[in-house]
C-alpha cells in the first residue's frame, strides 16, 4: 500500500485512490458530532451560492459551516461541534459548507473514493483502509482555508499513516504541538463566542466515533454516508 501525505487544495487534486480529506478543526469533527446527534443526511458543498440555493429550494433544510471561522449570514449553525442543538438536527438534512474541507471534497475529484478525517473517527479511518485494502491512500490535509498547514491536520495524517504502517504514536504529545500552535485560537478569550475551547476539546477526543463518512453521490449532489466499522 503507497500511502502519501498531501497539503491543500493542490493535494486535493492530486489524490488518487482512497483519498481521506483531513480537516479535524473542524468540519470534519462536526459532521461527526452531527451524526451522532441524530442528522438525517448530510451534503458537503464548496460553494456557499450553492447553499444557499439548496436552502431556498428546501426550507427544511439546515444549512451549517463558516467563512472565516464564522456562522455566515442566516446559517442555522456555525461549523462547532459544540454549539449543535441536538433537537434542531435530529432527522433533518444539513447542508455543510466550510473554507477547508468541504472544499477539499469539490477538488479531489480524480480519487477513487473519499471519505472524511479527523481524529474523532480516526481509529475507524484505518480500519476501513485497511478492509478495502488499496493500493494507494491520500491522505490530504486542508489546512486553514485551505490557504496553508496546519499542526492538527498534518498530524492525523501522520497519526493515521503511522497506524496503517504499524509505527507507534504518541498523541499526547501531539496535542500539545497542536495546543500551542495552530489551536492556540481556541484559548483565546475574544473569539470563544465562535471558536470556543470545548470545539478544542472535542475535536481532539481520539476515537470517539466507530463510524467513517463516505463521500457518494445522489441526485447531482455528494452526501457523506456514515459507514459502522
Known amino acids: 500500500m503507497e500511502i502519501q501525505i498531501l497539503q491543500l487544495l493542490d493535494g486535493a487534486r492530486e489524490a488518487r485512490g482512497l483519498t481521506v480529506i483531513i480537516d479535524v478543526f473542524r468540519a470534519f469533527s462536526t459532521t461527526c458530532y452531527a451524526y451522532h446527534s441524530g442528522a438525517a443526511k448530510i451534503i458537503p458543498v464548496g460553494s456557499i451560492d450553492l447553499a444557499y440555493r439548496l ?18 449570514e442566516s446559517f442555522d449553525f456555525g461549523n462547532s461541534p459544540s454549539l449543535l442543538v441536538v433537537e434542531k438536527i435530529a432527522g433533518k438534512t444539513l447542508v455543510h459548507t466550510t473554507s477547508s474541507g468541504t472544499q477539499g471534497i469539490a477538488n479531489a475529484t480524480d480519487s477513487a473514493e473519499i471519505i472524511t478525517g479527523s481524529f474523532v473517527n480516526a481509529g475507524a479511518i484505518v480500519r476501513y483502509i485497511r478492509q478495502q485494502n488499496p493500493a494507494v491512500v491520500s491522505l490530504v490535509c486542508m489546512g486553514y482555508a485551505c490557504e496553508y498547514p496546519t499542526d492538527e491536520d498534518t498530524l492525523c495524517a501522520e497519526w493515521i499513516k503511522n497506524e496503517l504502517e504499524g509505527e507507534p504514536n504518541n498523541f499526547a504529545e501531539m496535542v500539545e504541538i497542536i495546543r500551542t500552535g495552530s489551536g492556540a485560537r481556541f484559548f483565546d478569550p475574544e473569539k470563544q463566542s465562535w471558536s470556543p475551547q470545548a470545539d478544542f476539546e472535542l475535536c481532539l477526543d481520539l476515537n470517539r466515533f466507530d463510524f467513517v463518512l463516505k463521500v457518494e453521490w445522489d441526485n447531482d449532489l455528494n452526501y457523506l454516508r456514515k459507514i459502522e466499522i
Do not use: D
Not at 436552502?55 to 455566515?72: A, D, F, H, M, V
Open 55 to 72: 436552502k431556498e429550494q428546501t426550507p427544511q433544510y439546515i444549512l451549517l459551516g463558516e467563512r472565516n471561522e464564522q456562522k455566515p
